[in-house]
T-cell receptor, first 109, second 117 residues
């Protein structure tokens, strides 16, 4: 089967660094994607890791360790606008994606 | 550039009624998807299409049908709505297949909030 586990909620203060973890059990694993969704909004793509290691895009970085079946999204210099839900997603075959249940990030002043 | 447009944005149905949700994309994408999102459950794939005239079942296809008669449109139908189909429905599109061939960035519409009473 396919499962991706994420914490349901994380709270951090403005300006801090926060890490959102994702552990997965998938067959035929090809990589891990991350999406951001603000309340009432549409999910938007953040990053994708095909290989082990760190991918950096501005304040956001994503990490993957295939040997540990684990990845994380790192958000630096947190801003209030980063308050949102974050989903990890993994492909099944070429055409399907499975999403984790999401982590709600609360950024406090 | 509109991206992915879903209509309607909100709808209330009575049990047993039927309706069609429309998704339109203007990015010339081959792949299109329908997901439903329920509280605490993330996004679950209902049906998807890898090109005009093709459709395939996803994770939770029961009670839904789809059609992709034109490349830019992907329709999701509920023939006899049930309260269990109360959810937020998202359509997405991507330019091609996913890993290991490509990154597969999915572009989502704003969603349709459906309540079935």
């Amino acid at each position: 089967g396919q499962s991706l586990e994420q914490p349901s909620e994380v709270t951090a203060v403005e300006g801090a660094i926060v890490q959102i973890n994702c552990t997965y059990q998938t067959s035929g694993f090809y990589g891990l994607s991350w999406y951001q969704q603000h309340d009432g909004g549409a999910p938007t793509f953040l990053s994708y890791n095909a290989l082990d290691g760190l991918e950096e895009t501005g304040r956001f970085s994503s990490f993957l360790s295939r040997s540990d079946s684990y990845g994380y999204l790192l958000l630096q210099e947190l801003q209030m606008k980063d308050s949102a839900s974050y989903f990890c997603a993994a492909p099944k075959g070429f055409n399907k994606f499975y999403f984790g249940s999401g982590t709600k990030l609360n950024v406090k002043p | 550039n509109a991206g992915v447009t879903q209509t309607p944005k909100f709808r209330v149905l009575k049990t047993g009624q039927s309706m069609t949700l429309l998704c339109a994309q203007d990015m010339n994408h081959e792949y299109m998807y329908w997901y439903r999102q329920d509280p605490g459950m993330g996004l679950r794939l209902i049906h998807y299409s890898v090109g005009e005239g093709t459709t395939a079942k996803g994770e939770v296809p029961d009670g839904y049908n789809v059609s992709r008669l034109k490349k830019q449109n992907f329709l999701l139908g509920l023939e006899s709505a049930a309260p269990s189909q109360t959810s937020v429905y998202f359509c997405a599109s991507s330019s091609g297949p996913g890993p290991p061939i490509a990154k597969n960035i999915q572009y989502f519409g704003a969603g349709t909030r459906l309540s079935v009473l």
